[in-house]
């Protein structure tokens, strides 16, 4: 008898933790739209109120109608047009007006809502720039263009329409019952009763189209990730002859997001549909209750013409409040998306007292650090290592050997679980960011050129550098004569990626920014592993300058850019299993010395 209870009681465990889930994700939501709307607060109440203004000008016009037909008229054939003039002037005033206020409520509702999005645009770009590397390894880049794009999108379709149509709906339902019960109340009555089917049809409609609505989301976000995977990824797909295979997933995810939108639209015609046929019917019904009253007596015509433009009126804005659920549901789902996102932090904190460094020298230590990914297992067991200002050291070993993790520490894109890496004696995680940006530059195997000119590429490395100092970077790792070359010079457009650039002239564009920047410790992660041998030639004398006179850690698996080194650490399983100058490594007849070896072997096959 006791596992039953056991189950049960686990079971209303997850149910309540999926509960407390998914108040602190509401709770979470709600604090990004109070935050997002506290500064245009003034602005949206003053909207709030040209909504009502809108709203009663509207309400009047039928009520203007009644007093027409039933005062003005008879007081016309009398010989008295005053009434007839001021029910028409009353009647056209209140048009006017109606359309002004909503006019401007168009107008004030859409700064509100592009202010908001502004905001929240900035915040969400600015917010994934501050989020640390390992954020970006596990969250594709698909995902945040989604956030940025569509899920933003969803929210500015509410916002730019949707909650004034919300509450100009709501206040137009309102206003409208009240007037027909004050005018007429056994007319406002049916149109009472007639409200029970059109809340029940919404309500059916709004249950079905939130489940609809969150697969036609889950849908459009699954369409976008795989298109910017594969057009990220589209080297890889056409060098493996996949365009078949990619075209018939892609074309799988496309057909779900049509069969969607068509279940999306059906689910809309339907609830049309019965909106249509009971706002007819109850106009069809005030009319007949009021046409057999008044010919008995018990109605005027002017109040019976009244209750049916109200009855007419009252079903519209219904229609509007039922579409309104769908971009709420979709901007709920947005909203929470954007929120989780906002709510990330980063792994790598600021420093709560940062310490300056302002002249680095580039002596490195690693005191007893322990690393590894997230929670996952430990990669980097007890290091301890030094490093002198000067010195330039290599680190080779296997794939997978802990030599990129390394490389990651010394650059702060990860912190060490225990022990410290320290930079002229402060460790990393006191000093000033802007000073350790500028202490410290790691250039990849991958050189990613941005989208502008050459110039504007190299002066990544230092924003302010006039363009003879540009010139000089260039000129002092061999780049100059190729840029000189280029039909605008420095001012050449690299293009998206450096399209126009072999991997070699990229990574020489990417030497120049990093010798501009200057810094005291100069991190190379595999920056000659995607290069010919002509264009590692090419490179090679670029890398010496750059290189020369400060501190530098190279990771290689081409033992040509490791035998210029002071010094050489063999990592083995993220320990440092050998350490010595080149010349010394290859005496020992370790690791490296097999290492060595190989390269020789290589070097007479291809000569």
């Known amino acids: 008898m006791s596992a039953p209870v056991s189950t049960v009681t686990a079971e209303g465990s997850d149910d309540a933790t999926s509960a407390a889930e998914s108040r602190r994700i509401r709770r979470r939501s709600l604090g990004l739209l109070r935050s997002l709307l506290r500064p245009v607060a003034g602005a949206a109440w003053a909207t709030a109120a040209l909504v009502v203004g809108a709203q009663l000008a509207a309400v009047a016009g039928p009520a203007l109608v009644a007093y027409g037909i039933d005062q003005a008229l008879p007081a016309l054939t009398d010989g008295d047009a005053g009434p007839i003039t001021l029910a028409t002037a009353a009647y056209l005033a209140a048009a006017l007006l109606g359309g002004l ?24 770009f600015r917010h994934t720039q501050r989020l640390s590397l390992e954020f970006h390894e596990k969250y594709t880049s698909g995902r945040i263009i989604s956030r940025q794009t569509s899920d933003v999108d969803a929210l500015r379709e509410l916002l730019d329409g949707g909650v004034t149509t919300l509450a100009s709906g709501v206040l137009a339902m309102v206003f409208t019952a009240v007037s027909l019960v004050l005018l007429d109340w056994r007319s406002g009555l049916v149109l009472l009763i007639a409200v029970v089917p059109g809340v029940v049809l919404t309500r059916w409609f709004q249950v079905r189209s939130q489940v609809q609505y969150r697969k036609q989301r889950t849908a459009a976000a699954r369409l976008i990730v795989r298109f910017v995977e594969t057009m990220t990824g589209i080297r890889a797909v056409q060098a493996f002859r996949r365009e078949p295979q990619v075209r018939g997933v892609y074309g799988e995810l496309a057909e779900d997001y049509r069969d969607t939108n068509a279940r999306s639209i059906r689910l809309n015609g339907v609830f049309d549909t019965g909106l249509t046929l009971i706002g007819n019917v109850t106009v069809a019904a005030v009319l007949l209750v009021g046409g057999l009253r008044a010919l008995e007596g018990g109605i005027e015509v002017g109040v019976l013409v009244a209750a049916v433009l109200y009855a007419r009126r009252f079903f519209n804005p219904l229609q509007q409040i039922g579409m309104f659920y769908n971009s709420f549901q979709s901007a709920t789902a947005a909203l929470e998306k954007l929120a989780s996102l906002l709510a990330e932090e980063p792994t790598v904190p600021e420093p709560v007292h940062p310490q300056r460094l302002a002249q680095a020298r580039g002596d490195v230590r690693f005191d007893d650090v322990e690393f590894g990914y997230g929670t996952g297992p430990t990669v980097l067991p007890h290091v301890d290592l030094h490093i002198p200002a000067g010195q330039s050291i290599a680190l ?31 460790d990393l995680r006191d000093i000033e960011p802007a000073d350790l940006r500028r202490a410290v530059v790691m250039v990849t195997q991958e050189a990613y050129l941005f989208s502008g000119s050459i110039s504007a590429n190299i002066a990544l490395g230092k924003p302010e550098a006039t363009p003879a100092e540009i010139e000089a970077a260039a000129r002092a790792v061999g780049v100059h004569d190729l840029v000189a070359a280029m039909p605008d010079g420095y001012d050449t457009e690299a293009d998206k990626r450096g399209v126009r650039l072999s991997a070699g002239q990229r990574q020489l564009v990417s030497f120049a920014r990093a010798f501009l920047a200057d810094p005291a410790l100069l991190i190379l992660d595999e920056a000659t592993s995607s290069l010919d041998l002509p264009g590692e030639a090419l490179v090679q004398v670029g890398l010496q300058t750059l290189l020369a006179d400060r501190t530098s850690v190279v990771i290689a698996h081409r033992l040509s850019t490791v035998m210029g080194s002071d010094r050489v650490l063999v990592i083995e399983d993220g320990r440092i299993i050998e350490d010595g100058s080149p010349t010394e490594l290859v005496a020992a007849g370790g690791r490296f010395a097999d290492l060595h070896a190989d390269w020789q072997r290589s070097l007479r096959r291809t000569a």
């Open 101 to 124: 206020l909503t006019a401007a409520t168009v107008r004030a509702s859409a700064r509100v809502s592009q202010t908001m999005l502004l905001d929240l645009r900035r915040r969400v």
């Open 396 to 426: 080779v070993g296997e794939t997978g050997a802990g030599k990129s993790t390394i490389a990651k520490l010394l650059a702060r894109f990860y912190d060490v679980r225990e022990g410290a890496v320290r930079l002229d004696g402060l």
